[in-house]
Each structure stands twice: as C-alpha cells, then as structure tokens.
C-alpha cells in the first residue's frame, strides 16, 4: 500500500517493467513509512513493495484473500502520508497504479494523481529526488478495479468478490434450512452489504427465502411486524414447515430506525409462537475459494486495466473498469465514485426510489 491504505493497490510500473517480462509490483501492506532506498526488493516482514512475476500469481486466481494485504491507514488521509508515497513511488521506478478497493481507496488514488505535480516540485525542492527522476516521473496513471462483496458501486452491475459471497451465503442458508425444516423453526440469517442490500436480495431469490429487509426499500415503521408476520402465516398455511427470513446488515425502517436479526426474532416468536433463532453469518462470507464467474471477471478486468494503464495519457481522467451488460467497461473513476456517493446521500435523504435509480440506471420497480 505505498504509503499506504486506504489506497490498496497493486502498481504496475510500464518504465520499470522487467527485462525478462517477469511481471510488475505489488505494494504490500504498509505503516506509512518510508521506504529506503532498494528496501522495496526485501520481504522483510511482508510489508514493503516487491517486484512480484508469474511464478508468484501463478495459480492465484484460485485462493481467497489478497496476496498483498490490506489495512486502513490514516497517514495516507493527510498529504504528508500521500507525499511519502509519491516518493517511494519514484524510488522503485513506479508510474502507474492499478488500485482494487473500494469508493475510499479509488478516492485516495485519484487524490494521489491529481496532486502529483505538487508532490514532484515539494519532493525536488526538499532534495529528495533528482531533477531527472522529476523529468522522468511527471505523471502518475491511475487505474481502478472494484474490489468489494457488497456490490455497490455505481455503474458497474458486478464487484470484485460479490459472486463468491452470495454463494457462501447460499450455501449457509441451505445447511440452515435442513434444520429449519426437520424441527419446523424459524431463522432470522444477517448477511453483509454494508448500505446495500444486493447480497440479501440475490441470496433472498436464490434460496427461496419466506421475507427479507434491505435497506433500498425500508418498510414503514408502523406496520413492518404485521406485513411480515401475514406473509409468513400464509407461508406456513400453505404447508411450509421453515421459515426464513434474510435482513441485509444496513437494513433499517423508513424512519432510518435500523431493523435488527433480534428486533424479527422477537417478533416470529411472541407475534407467530415460532421456535426462532438469528444466524449472523459474519465473515464466513468474505473468504474461501473464489467462484469461477469472480476468477474469471478478476482476470479479465485486471487485462483491461493493464490496457487502460498503457493507453492512458495526462489528459485522460482516470478510469475504473468494470462491466455492464456483460461487457468490460471503462469510466471515468470519479464519476463513478461521486455517483455512489450520491447513492449514500439519498438513502440519507429518505428519497429509496433515487437511490436505486442512480445504483442502476436501468431499474425498474
Ligand atoms: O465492505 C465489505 C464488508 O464486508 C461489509 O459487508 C461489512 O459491513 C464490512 O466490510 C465489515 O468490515 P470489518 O471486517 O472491518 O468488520
């Protein structure tokens, strides 16, 4: 992470890119610190840039996780932290990043670029860097990939990661439901997504979930209990002997009261007298195998991104690769980024129907 998180990357340098064609870098986890010179080729305590090549990515497409690490840093929020990265940049021939993260990580590296020319003049006048590396460095190309099991960029129909959550949580709904129905109880299962309910909606189709509450479409405070509780009676009258009820984390009633896994609990066992209990799945649904459609969208966006990387010029705005309709796209990162955060503003403002018409264009009720 250069200086490092919020902005998680892994840079691609095209000056400095391998005599043997043995691959770029990739910035490890990091401290803010400053790297000293040549130290980025040490492994010492996995937390500094190394060159990595194919015999270190070769069958990485299959592991969860990330090689290099993650972690928030608050030093890369001031400018000092982002100029210590800019100069460990330099130092180990680097003038490209291709960034994997989220809204904050692709905010932080567009932050990065557009002040790199304030950076290289403060780094030449402190001494820290020659003339020719100034001459040498004065662009730095930014190219974002969305990283995230929450699905919940704009402009993009799909994440990094989101796939292989929302079969994690397929997986775990069915074992749950073995049990529901043998004892005829009922389960209130908390998935992730952050402020979006994609995962508890997906998951809620794909296993045949009885109710489910996202926070795109909150119910009114009144009378939540008694919709959900005719559906469910219904439900059960009809010959079900489960019951399952998904709630996305961020859920919450129209009033941004938020609707807790206990709060249903509750409710199924005094409301219905069922026998209920909560499964909060956690971080079972962030790790394990990559699914194949997360393996293959991870590789053919990290191509494009290096495309991007190679056409890109100072005057383009950075770009973030993602896909639509089932095609790779490109567009602009801030556009995206200013649009999801939009998306934040209204669900904030109470306004549902804009927030799930700026999230996807296409949407209809
Ligand atoms: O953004 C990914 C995510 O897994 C969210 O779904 C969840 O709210 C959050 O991260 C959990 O973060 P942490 O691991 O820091 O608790």
Redesign the pocket.
């Known amino acids: 992470n250069l200086s490092s998180p919020p902005l998680a990357g892994a840079p691609v340098s095209t000056k400095a890119v391998p005599e043997k064609r043995r691959g770029g870098f990739v910035a490890t986890y990091g401290e803010g610190e400053l790297l000293k010179e040549g130290e980025g080729e040490q492994t010492l305590k996995g937390r500094y840039i190394i060159r990595v090549g194919w015999d270190d990515v070769r069958g990485f497409a299959a592991i969860g996780g990330t090689l290099i690490g993650t972690a928030r840093c608050a030093a890369f929020r001031e400018i000092e932290g982002r100029r210590t990265a800019a100069l460990n940049l330099v130092r180990h021939g680097i003038d490209a990043l291709v960034v994997c993260g ?1 809204d904050g990580s692709l905010t932080g590296a567009d932050r990065l670029r557009d002040e790199w020319p304030e950076h290289m003049n403060a780094l030449l006048e402190r001494g820290d860097i020659s003339q020719e590396q100034c001459d040498t460095y004065k662009n730095l190309n930014i190219v974002g990939l969305v990283g ?3 699905n919940d960029m704009a402009g993009t129909d799909m994440t990094i990661g989101a796939t292989t959550a929302l079969h994690r949580i397929c997986d775990a709904v069915d074992s749950i439901s073995s049990t529901a129905s043998s004892h005829s109880r009922a389960f209130v299962v908390e998935v ?3 402020h979006c309910g994609w995962l508890a909606l997906m998951a809620s189709i794909a296993t045949g979930a009885d109710y489910m509450f996202i926070p795109e479409r909150p119910p009114t405070a009144e009378d939540w209990q008694s919709s959900m509780c005719s559906v469910l009676s219904r439900h059960r009258d009809e010959g079900k002997r489960k019951t399952i009820v998904i709630v996305a ?1 961020g859920a919450h009633d129209c009033n941004l009261n938020p609707i807790t896994p206990d709060e249903i609990k509750d409710v199924l066992t005094n409301r219905l007298g069922l026998d209920t209990r909560v499964t909060t799945l956690g ?1 079972t ?2 790790g394990g195998n990559p699914v194949a459609y997360d393996r293959i969208l991870a590789t053919l966006q990290g191509a494009e991104a290096v495309e991007a990387v190679l056409s890109s010029t100072p005057s383009t705005p950075s770009p973030v690769i993602g896909i639509s309709e089932n095609k790779i796209t490109r567009q602009p990162l801030m556009e995206a980024v200013a649009k999801t955060q939009e998306v934040a503003k209204a669900i904030e403002a109470k306004d549902f129907e804009r927030a799930l018409g700026l999230r996807d264009p296409e949407f209809e009720d």
């Open positions: 989220g995230s099991i929450d992730m997504g952050r984390e971080h649904q962030r």
